[in-house]
């Protein structure tokens, strides 16, 4: 009786402790179930992380790229493949792990979108609010400006200005950080013209605390972070910095040391701007908030806002949504993402709505210029199951055009296709010939293009003997689907062996 009165109390504080639905014995059945599910994904997706794994290893042998680069899938709301690639300290060689933390640069904006969000699902904002309404006491200016505007750059106030005030070198609180601005006139009527501005977005973070009666650091930890378990974000404090975050490297661009990269001794502090520049984070938290406008934490509805199409008073629209930039994939999958860049770093968080995937990756250097095509090539291994076909093997001369500015420029060039060391050769036998290596994606035509600036979207097909094929370098956000938009380089030819 005395054990099993014991056994009782025990269970009695397990259950007020962890909670109802949490056990105290080590393994439950729940957990033998997640284990076999755990299983069954590194299964079925071991094809596709062993070929991302290896474009990205490619990739990084690459002069032009970043010192370290980190990546993170998720699918129906479950990270299926994080990894981390290159180092975060060149002189130690310390790697890049999935826990290494980059700067978001103004990639911070969707963190500070997404609490207004929460907010204005509460009813406590509304996209037609005013600032003269929301903050009395802020400066006036010559016209109302809504919060609308204010995240959708059509403010009228400017990002930088020879007028701004900055007059420390660190910023503790959001009061602080609109004394560097908030006596700088409008340089446009609101709604005249589309104009990025991160001071916005320190205004906005004001507007939040006011409809919180909270400090923005605590609403994101309370709102987000907390609630998202993003446990590796937060706001950047270059006093106290944390011991996962990444160094930061720069390329010199002059010098002796010319396309060298150089470590960033003494980083810019953003903490002028929280809200639209100055977070810190990891792909995998990054994926778990992409996972938010999946799941419900974001409702349909408020999602269906944040892409209504946007117009300036001329009632011409413009391509920026609400924090977040509409796109498509080459095969028109709807994507919405944001990719963004500060100093000594460059990312981007990639959400493909219907097929519920997100994809996040962060680099500690203002390099990897493809990275919305790197992001969109890298899901498809994620996004399709295999699906190979008989591929053109051969040395096929080619005749190549080249979108340089908009006009068409012809080069010759080489196509080699061997299965083993694909690659494709501009300008052959020159001088200043360029080598791209080609990675088959298991799945029709389609290839990986491994190019300085990032991985690059490629088909090929074979026709009666003559071959043809098409690089993609294409830009978000689009007003139409990418697929439509002009190639990079499209080239033809034939399978004649080089003499």
């Not at 042998?61 to 479950?78: E, Q, R, T, Y």
Request: hydrophobic share 35%; net charge positive.
């Amino acid at each position: 009786m005395k054990f099993t009165y014991i056994k009782l109390v025990i269970t009695i504080i397990c259950i007020v402790i962890l909670g109802i639905h949490v056990g105290c014995s080590p393994i439950q059945p729940d957990n033998i179930g997640n284990e076999q599910k755990s299983k069954a994904i590194i299964s079925e997706y071991s094809e596709s992380e062993n070929l991302v794994n290896y474009i990205l290893n490619e990739l990084m042998k690459l002069p032009s790229m970043p010192p370290g680069v980190s990546l993170a899938i998720s699918k129906n709301d479950a990270i299926i493949y994080t990894k981390g690639y290159g180092y975060v300290n060149l002189k130690t060689k310390e790697p890049v792990l999935p826990s290494t933390q980059f700067r978001m640069g103004s990639l911070s904006r969707i963190i500070t979108i997404t609490s207004l969000l929460k907010l204005i699902e509460e009813g406590k904002l509304s996209f037609n609010d005013t600032l003269e309404e929301l903050l009395p006491n802020y400066p006036q200016k010559k016209y109302p400006i809504t919060i609308k505007q204010l995240v959708t750059g059509l403010s009228g106030m400017e990002n930088y200005s020879e007028h701004d005030k900055f007059t420390k070198s660190s910023y503790h609180s959001v009061d602080e950080a609109l004394t560097v601005f908030s006596h700088v006139p409008l340089a446009h009527k609101p709604g005249e013209k589309y104009k990025y501005s991160t001071h916005s977005y320190t205004l906005l973070s004001k507007i939040i605390e006011k409809a919180s009666n909270k400090t923005f650091p605590k609403v994101l930890n309370e709102n987000i972070f907390s609630f998202l378990a993003m446990n590796s974000t937060a706001i950047e404090n270059l006093d106290n910095n944390s011991s996962q975050m990444s160094g930061l490297f720069s390329l010199n661009r002059e010098g002796a040391n010319k396309g060298l990269l150089t470590e960033i001794i003494t980083p810019k502090d953003y903490s002028y701007s929280w809200a639209g520049a100055g977070m810190i984070s990891t792909p995998s938290d990054l994926v778990k908030l992409g996972n938010s406008y999946l799941n419900g934490f974001i409702k349909k509805e408020t999602l269906n806002s944040v892409f209504e199409i946007q117009q300036l008073n001329s009632k011409d629209t413009i391509r920026q949504s609400i924090g977040w930039d509409k796109n498509w994939d080459m095969d028109n999958r709807k994507v919405f993402e944001q990719d963004r860049s500060a100093e000594g770093t460059r990312n981007i968080i990639s959400v493909f709505p219907d097929q519920k995937l997100s994809i996040a990756i962060m680099t500690n250097a203002f390099r990897l210029w493809a990275i919305e095509e790197t992001a969109h090539t890298l899901a498809i291994p994620f996004l399709t199951k295999p699906y190979p076909i008989k591929q053109p093997e051969g040395i096929f001369p080619l005749e190549i055009n080249e979108d340089v500015r908009g006009k068409w420029v012809k080069r010759d060039g080489t196509l080699i296709l061997n299965g083993q060391n694909d690659r494709l050769i501009i300008n052959h036998k020159a001088q200043d010939d360029e080598i791209y290596q080609l990675v088959y994606l298991n799945r029709k035509n389609k290839y990986a293009l491994i190019h300085p600036d990032g991985v690059l979207y490629s088909e090929i097909n074979l026709n009666n003997k003559q071959i043809s094929g098409k690089v993609m370098y294409y830009r978000g956000p689009n007003l139409h689907k990418t697929s439509t938009e002009p190639p990079y380089l499209k080239f033809t030819g034939s399978n004649k062996s080089l003499q």
